[in-house]
């Protein structure tokens, strides 16, 4: 694996869940780090982490990315990690819910991606590691009908990235995890109405016996990022779940 300290790496969605521990990884690796969230108060705990810039951050605001990115100069390293989880199958889904999984979860990352690009291109040397999840091209999990919808094009935005510029020196990757553990997780099982029996149907989904823990994607991330023979790649990690 290659060495990536020094590089500097964006992160989306850093203040929490697998944005946050991947923070620390990188920072682990020796890269700078630049975290960003729309989430300001969650943010600021990462303020005066050696290695870390912290910067607030709408991913859903064109001006705002575009602004970040010609604020911040080089960047070698994007994560685009934020992403939201929605139920419903497609005949409960309002329009309006689908509408935001695509900005959030596939137009965010286009963004950002159109933003940091042309200076990766000119250096010819970049590595996009773009969040995806099972639920999308990889399987699929009842009642998440526009999460799955909105995930699968991420894989989608991945492969395409890679046929165009591999051999321009950039490299694209996806992850897709199974279920981790974040506080929008716990969110969801709260919203069952009974935490501790969503918490064991998740788990008993799980071949490995467990939820995934933030820390092991965000280790993934790190080696994807130093990985330079590795590009267009969807790297599951979900403890059994799609074996
Ligand atoms: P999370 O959902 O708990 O936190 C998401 C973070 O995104 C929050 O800090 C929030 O403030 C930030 N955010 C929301 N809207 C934003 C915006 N417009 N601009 C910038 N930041 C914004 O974290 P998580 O569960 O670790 O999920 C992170 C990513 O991993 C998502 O893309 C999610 O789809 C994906 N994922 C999660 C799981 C899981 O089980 N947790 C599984 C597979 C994939």
């Not at 960047?75 to 934020?82: E, T, Y």
Request: a neutral charge; one cysteine or more.
């Amino acid at each position: 694996m290659a060495d990536i300290s020094g590089k500097i790496v964006l992160i989306t969605a850093a203040a929490q869940g697998i944005g946050l521990a991947s923070v620390h990884a990188f920072v682990k690796a020796g890269a700078k780090v630049i975290a960003t969230d729309i989430n300001a108060a969650k943010l600021k705990e990462l303020d005066g982490t050696p290695g870390v810039t912290t910067r607030v951050l709408n991913v859903l605001s064109t001006e705002e990315v575009n602004k970040a990115v010609a604020e911040i100069g080089r960047i070698d390293i994007l994560f685009n990690c934020a992403g939201v989880v929605q139920s419903g199958s497609i005949m409960d889904m309002p329009d309006k819910d689908l509408e935001f999984a695509f900005d959030l979860n596939v137009w965010a990352q286009i963004r950002a991606i159109k933003a940091v690009l042309p200076q990766m291109l000119e250096r010819k040397d970049g590595c996009i590691i773009n969040m995806a999840t099972v639920a999308s091209s990889v399987t699929a999990v009842p009642n998440r009908a526009a999460y799955t919808i909105s995930k699968a094009a991420v894989v989608g935005l991945t492969k395409s990235m890679a046929a165009d510029y591999t051999d321009k020196g950039i490299r694209v990757n996806a992850i897709c995890p199974g279920t981790v553990e974040s506080p929008s997780l716990h969110e969801r099982w709260h919203a069952t109405g009974d935490f501790e029996a969503a918490k064991k149907a998740f788990i008993a989904r799980q071949p490995i016996g467990r939820i995934g823990q933030p820390e092991e994607v965000a280790d993934l991330a790190v080696y994807l990022a130093g990985a330079t023979y590795t590009t267009g790649q969807v790297q599951i990690i979900d403890g059994g779940w799609t074996a």
